[in-house]
């Protein structure tokens, strides 16, 4: 099971963009949903989390500015940025455990690029 992660791209600091991210297959049904990004040089952070019972996490450097959400209707993961930063810039990752029918499982999307210039 994969996720494709859309929505990347290059912005100007202080604009804005909406990442989201799908299963590949509807037969994975997302119950937890985690963006994590990893800047050049640096080790993968976990930057929000929204669990099966609404309970989100962010990371204190977003926190105000992004926000994370999922439509269980379209199986689809979103992180909306606002705000955005030069330290923003990084490849984000969706990453969800979920289930396949009575199994668990876990999948990650290929990453997508965001690059915000000063």
């Known amino acids: 099971v994969q996720l494709q992660a859309s929505g990347g791209g290059l912005v100007q600091a202080g604009e804005s963009l909406r990442l989201s991210c799908a299963a590949s297959?509807?037969?994975?049904?997302?119950?937890?949903a985690n963006w994590y990004r990893q800047a050049p040089g640096q080790q993968r952070e976990l930057v929000a989390a929204?669990?099966?019972?609404?309970?989100?996490y962010y990371a204190d450097s977003v926190k105000g500015r992004f926000t994370i959400s999922r439509d269980k209707a379209k199986n689809t993961m979103y992180l909306q940025m606002n705000s955005l930063e030069p330290e923003d810039t990084a490849v984000y990752y969706c990453?969800?455990?979920?289930?396949?029918?009575?199994?668990?499982?876990?999948?990650w999307g290929q990453g997508t690029l965001v690059t915000v210039s000063s």
């Open positions: 297959t509807r037969f994975f049904m997302i119950n937890d």
């Open positions: 990453n969800a455990d979920g289930r396949i029918g009575t199994s668990r499982a876990n999948a």
């Open positions: 929204l669990s099966r019972d609404r309970t989100t």
